[in-house]
């Protein structure tokens, strides 16, 4: 009876380490999942600046376009030989 009842208090405390192990490595993947969405809310952000960045150099590089096209509507336009 009492190998029996030793047998127990070894599982249990078994179990107990073992849960203690498992809240630790709950704990550490909860750290890594906020240090993960943080990660990619800044990712989110970057990628927001970056294709509002695009966006602004598009439409510089076509009012630039725009502008060359109106220059060269104003230039006279070739003489004719008659």
């Given at each position: 009876?009492?190998k029996?009842?030793?047998?127990?208090?070894?599982a249990?405390?078994?179990m107990?380490?073992?849960?203690?192990?498992?809240?630790?490595?709950?704990?550490?993947?909860?750290?890594r999942?906020?240090?993960?969405?943080?990660t990619?809310?800044l990712?989110?952000?970057?990628?927001?600046?970056?294709?509002?960045?695009?966006?602004?150099?598009?439409d510089?590089q076509?009012l630039?376009?725009?502008?060359?096209?109106?220059?060269?509507?104003?230039?006279?336009?070739?003489?004719?030989?008659?």
């Open positions: 009876m009492w029996t009842f030793v047998g127990w208090i070894a249990f405390l078994g107990t380490r073992e849960l203690e192990e498992h809240r630790l490595a709950i704990k550490q993947l909860e750290e999942i906020r240090d993960n969405d943080e990619l809310k990712l989110a952000q970057e990628m927001r600046h970056i294709r509002e960045m695009e966006a602004l150099e598009r510089k076509l630039k376009v725009e502008r060359e096209i109106t220059r060269l509507k104003e230039l006279p336009g070739p003489k004719r030989k008659k």
